[in-house]
Nanobody, 125 residues
Framework: QVQLVESGGGLVQAGGSLRLSCAAS????????MGWFRQAPGKEREFVAA????????YYLDSVKGRFTIARDNAKNTLNLQMNSLKSEDTAVYYCAASGDRGGDYSEETWYDYWGRGTQVTVSS
């Protein structure tokens, strides 16, 4: 099993940057594909980005391509999401998630086995 704890959320102005981190506990972090999801008030949770077990492949929601970068450091059991050029529409609670890497849809939330509690990101305009 793996426990996930997000951090780095906060209040930023539109056009600013924020870096989210997800600390994972456990000895098998490198065996999990990782993803970021977000949920705005009154809306469904949506896929944001995902990364394969060793970082060889990444996937992004179309609206964040070129602005967000997902990365992982398996030596530190850490997942990161660098968010640049933030927009008010990025305001949401951001969650990290982990899944066994045995095939599946990285954008499908039901494929993920473990979830963090989330961190709030608020972008003011």
């Amino acid at each position: 099993q793996v426990q996930l704890v997000e951090s780095g959320g906060g209040l930023v102005q539109a056009g600013g940057s924020l870096r989210l981190s997800c600390a994972a506990s456990g000895r098998t972090f490198s065996s999990y594909a990782m993803g970021w999801f977000r949920q705005a008030p009154g809306k469904e949770r949506e896929f944001v980005a995902a990364i394969s077990t060793i970082g060889g492949a990444t996937y992004y929601l179309d609206s964040v391509k070129g602005r967000f970068t997902i990365a992982r450091d398996n030596a530190k059991n850490t997942l990161n999401l660098q968010m640049n050029s933030l927009k008010s529409e990025d305001t949401a609670v951001y969650y990290c998630a982990a899944s066994g890497d045995r095939g599946g849809d990285y954008s499908e939330e039901t494929w993920y086995d473990y979830w963090g509690r989330g961190t709030q990101v608020t972008v003011s305009s």
